[in-house]
């Protein structure tokens, strides 16, 4: 799928919601949520390719696949996070939405535990 299409389902989506919303709400939410869920899946297809060229790079300059794998979990919870927390926002529900990014945050950071535990090793060498 193109920008282009990405973007039509994006303006068809929001003109569809604004006037769901004059005259029934909720429904106005689903579609909301729908049209965020096509977009991701079609972004996340059009990653694939992207994905591919980072595992292949990563082998031919030998970096542990490690860090990779890290590296794709975090990008994987900010996404879900993101469109998880402007869900909430459209239905009006702003608090519930920042602690769902709060917990993004924190799934970051535990994701992200091995790697600084790596980190604080080569700092450590280096030091004694």
Do not use: H, W
Not at 15 to 31: D, Q
Not at 70 to 95: P, Y
Not at 107 to 127: D, N
């Amino acid at each position: 799928m193109n920008i282009a299409s990405i973007v039509g389902i994006g303006i068809v989506a929001a003109a569809l919601s604004a006037v769901m919303k004059k005259f029934g709400g909720i429904s106005s939410l689903f579609v909301s949520i729908a049209a965020s869920l096509l977009i991701l899946y079609a972004v996340l297809l059009s990653l694939s390719p992207l994905i591919g060229l980072v595992d292949e790079l990563s082998q031919s300059a030998n970096a542990e696949s490690a860090y990779i794998t890290i590296l794709m979990k975090a990008l994987a919870v900010c996404f879900i996070t993101q469109l998880a927390a402007d869900s909430c926002r459209d239905s009006g529900e702003g608090a519930i939405a920042s602690k769902i990014e709060l917990a993004g945050k924190t799934a970051v950071l535990l994701i992200s535990v091995p790697l600084f535990r790596s980190l604080l090793e080569i700092v450590k060498e280096l030091i004694l």
